[in-house]
């Protein structure tokens, strides 16, 4: 029988782990040590998320990844051959719930920053129309004093002159009692005439 003992073929001599060897026995009834290559592990996901196996990949070494065509190695979809399906659907929903917070979020500062325009809209209208208000009444107040201005003057003229005519009218009046005086002193003239008579 021939000797089992083998030695490596190449010029690394340690059992290391690159260095993997396989006996073989030959037709001609030899055991020889034949190379082995380490094995591929594949595509993988990223290890923050997971480091899982990627499906529809092979796993290939270095060499012959380089070699080999693109649908070997990676597969027809978005982030293909870097991250799994479940990893692509919750990066799209996560863009799109961002998207749509950020929609909210403007829309809810676009509708605050109408109602305080609107606040103070309403705040310099309601103030204008007080304002307006305050200069009707003004208004009113003046044409009223203009209009009762003339009646007042007339009211004054008419004091004036019926002012004259009252003091008039006062001598009269006092010099009316004295006309019984002026009857006596008359009745004795009349009564002289009848005794001339």
Same mark, same amino acid.
């Given at each position: 029988m021939a000797c089992p003992r083998v030695s490596y073929r190449r010029r690394t001599h340690y059992a290391t782990r690159s260095n993997g060897i396989k006996l073989v026995r030959t037709p001609g009834n030899r055991l020889v040590a034949q190379k082995r290559t380490k094995r591929a592990k594949g595509p993988h996901t990223p290890w923050v998320l997971g480091h899982k196996r990627l499906a529809g990949t092979q796993a290939l070494r270095h060499i012959d990844a380089r070699n080999a065509s693109r649908y070997r190695k990676t597969v027809s979809r978005p982030y293909g051959g870097v991250l799994s399906a479940e990893q692509v659907r919750d990066r799209v929903v996560r863009a799109f719930l961002i998207e749509e917070q950020r929609i909210v979020k403007k829309v809810l500062q676009a509708e605050a920053k109408f109602q305080k325009d609107k606040k103070r809209r309403d705040a310099k209208k309601k103030k204008r129309v007080e304002k307006a208000k305050k200069t009707a009444a003004k208004k009113t107040v003046t044409k009223v004093a203009k209009k009762e201005a003339p009646k007042k003057k007339e009211a004054a003229v008419a004091k004036k002159a019926t002012a004259p005519a009252k003091a008039a009218a006062k001598p009269a009046a006092k010099a009316a009692p004295a006309k019984p005086a #002026? =009857?006596?002193? /008359?009745?004795? #003239? =009349?009564?002289? /005439?009848?005794?001339?008579k």
């Open positions: #002026a =009857k006596a002193v /008359a009745a004795p #003239a =009349k009564k002289d /005439a009848g005794k001339k």
